[in-house]
């Protein structure tokens, strides 16, 4: 018990100091929380702190629980619709290429056509955390094109839910194509139940999932999240989208604002974990064999990053440098291509698939924010006819 | 310096929800030049003015900031924090009844106003007679300020309900 406790002390610990250290050179936590797993797991050589990552699993399901639980309780349809077609059609536009690159890539891959699907997801959705703390850091809350960025940043999150649900027959390893239509059915309509409470039934739930102490909310709605989470995961379809809809229901109540609040210190340090955990699981034995692949579903998101943020400055009438700032941010990748593989790795789906995510997250992680602090001096490599229509030139400020 | 906001044509402030990061409200200044202040989720607020990088201020000193211009110093951080928490965030506004208004020789039982539009009046400005919490039963007249707290994005909804009755 001691040694357990010491042993998930250490792993917090070792996390939290290579991050910080990370930081000084603006380099985001969640690579470098993988990297602190990787060094210290049984898969290389020097300290092997944990020779069973296995132990840690639950605790490391907190972490995708709590992530897509703050998710939904943040999304909004407002702040979808309230964009306009344009940001739906630069959010579409953006999506649309990048999964569909990533199918393509994933069956040039050849590892199956389930693992196609897993790396069309996992290639398509950016990272709404790197890419939510890369604005703020680079003090561009102010600009144009921000509110675009997390629009699209939000579109990908209404996708990923319903991409994950959409994987349940896939994942589920359903015999025949009977039963894979039973799975599908019996995910989105899971996730069909829980988005009328979350629409129609707010308050009900808000009656029980309620309290004036801070304390007793918390109790409740952790409650609440992984009870949903179990039921869906119970249910075939994933408990991550569990997580998802049971922050989307509790979204509609009173309390919404105060759990968004109280919930985001537990996120923190349970993701810090999964993350940690990732990179514990991860040999690096095994990366030679992907490297290849990895790198050119890097290049290859790098460059649709650059066409889809043209497309999508163009629709908004933005100019060169707004485009490179969309480019280099919507980049990043992280949270949601490790919850795809971890849940892939569960279903039995080709060993490969973790390394080759390992690398493609850790490259674009570590690339996303390294770009885009430069993105001034690199948007004068797009040529400034691509958009006519822009109205002013955003400064060079930052 | 931001770059001014697309599809623009009047110079009313806008509030634009930043989801995941916070809120930004932009104004103009006075020569017209964009003012963009963006309220962080972790409380912290940027003033963004004309170039260079923004100025930040940590939660105490934002509320500081925020009292101060809207003249209610005495509102404490602790008071705003617990409104902030509430549902999409609290506003006091008043509405004014010009006569022929719809709501104008009704009561507010009549009206059903908390069930129409989930505004609650607080008080009613009536010549210099103020009128707290006032009863259901409560007839609007013509020229009643109608003093209500509810969240931003019902103010309107409200008003229209009260002078048209839609």
Redesign the interface.
Same mark, same amino acid.
């Given at each position: 018990m001691g040694r357990e406790l010491m042993v998930l002390g250490l792993a917090f610990l070792l996390a939290g100091l290579l991050a910080r250290g990370g930081r000084r050179i603006g380099l985001p936590t969640i690579p470098l929380f993988m990297g602190a797993g990787i060094i210290v797991g049984p898969n290389t050589g020097g300290p092997v702190l944990f020779e069973h990552p296995e132990d840690l699993e639950l605790l490391a399901a907190f972490g995708l629980i709590f992530l897509l639980f703050y998710l939904g309780v943040e999304f909004s349809l407002d702040d979808l619709t309230s964009g306009g077609s344009k940001l739906l059609g630069s959010a579409g536009l953006y999506l649309g290429l990048n999964i569909g690159a990533g199918l393509v890539l994933g069956f040039a891959i050849g590892w199956g056509t389930k693992e196609a699907f897993v790396i069309a997801g996992a290639t398509g959705i950016s990272s709404s955390a790197i890419v939510t703390k890369l604005l703020v850091e680079l003090r561009r809350l102010a600009n144009p094109e921000t509110r675009l960025i997390l629009g699209i940043i939000v579109l990908e999150d209404l996708f990923l839910a319903l991409y994950l649900a959409g994987l349940a027959p896939i994942l589920g390893q359903a015999d025949g194509a009977g039963e894979a239509v039973l799975l599908f059915l019996r995910a989105f309509g899971f996730l069909l139940a829980l988005g009328l409470v979350a629409r129609f039934a707010p308050n009900i739930v808000g009656k029980v999932i309620t309290a004036r102490d801070d304390e007793l909310l918390v109790v409740l709605f952790v409650g609440f999240a992984l009870l949903v989470a179990g039921a869906a995961y119970q249910l075939g379809v994933s408990d991550a989208i569990g997580a998802f809809m049971a922050g989307m229901v509790l979204a509609g109540t009173a309390a919404k604002k105060r759990i968004e609040r109280l919930v985001l210190p537990l996120r923190d340090a349970f993701a810090a974990l999964f993350f940690f955990h990732f990179g514990l699981v991860i040999d690096p034995g095994e990366i030679g064999k992907v490297l290849v692949p990895a790198l050119a579903a890097v290049a290859v998101s790098l460059l649709l990053a650059l066409v889809a943020a043209v497309g999508a400055a163009r629709i908004n009438r933005l100019d060169r440098l707004a485009a490179a700032n969309i480019a280099f941010s919507v980049v990043a990748r992280g949270e949601f291509a490790l919850i795809l593989v971890v849940l892939a790795t569960e279903a039995g789906l080709d060993p490969r698939l973790a390394p080759f995510v390992a690398v493609y997250v850790l490259a674009l992680a570590v690339a996303s924010p390294l770009l885009a602090s430069r993105s001034a001096s690199l948007s004068r490599v797009i040529p400034a006819r691509l958009f006519p229509a822009a109205r002013l030139a955003t400064a060079d400020a930052g | 310096?931001?770059?001014?906001?697309?599809d623009r044509r009047d110079t009313d402030p806008r509030v @634009?929800?930043?989801?995941?990061?916070?809120t930004?409200l932009e104004l103009r200044d006075t020569s017209g030049k964009p003012v963009?202040v963006?309220r962080?989720?972790d409380g912290r607020v940027?003033l963004?003015g004309q170039?260079?990088?923004?100025t930040e201020l940590d939660p105490t000193n934002a509320h500081t900031l925020g009292a101060f211009v809207t003249g209610h110093f005495l509102l404490s951080p602790e008071v705003s924090d617990r409104l902030?928490? @509430?549902?999409g965030g609290l506003v006091f506004d008043w509405v004014n009844l010009p006569p022929g208004a719809h709501a104008a020789g009704r009561t507010i039982e009549e009206l059903a106003v908390r069930r129409r539009t989930g505004v609650t009046i607080v008080a009613i400005l009536r010549g210099s007679l103020p009128i707290v919490a006032p009863d259901a039963a409560c007839t609007l007249q013509s020229g009643d300020d109608l003093v209500i707290a509810c969240r931003w994005e019902d103010r309107e909804p409200f008003a229209r309900y009260m002078l048209v009755g839609a």
């Open positions: - | 310096m931001p770059a001014s906001p697309i @634009v929800r930043l989801p995941g990061v916070g930004r963009h963006v962080r989720n940027e963004h170039g260079g990088a923004p902030g928490d @509430v549902l």
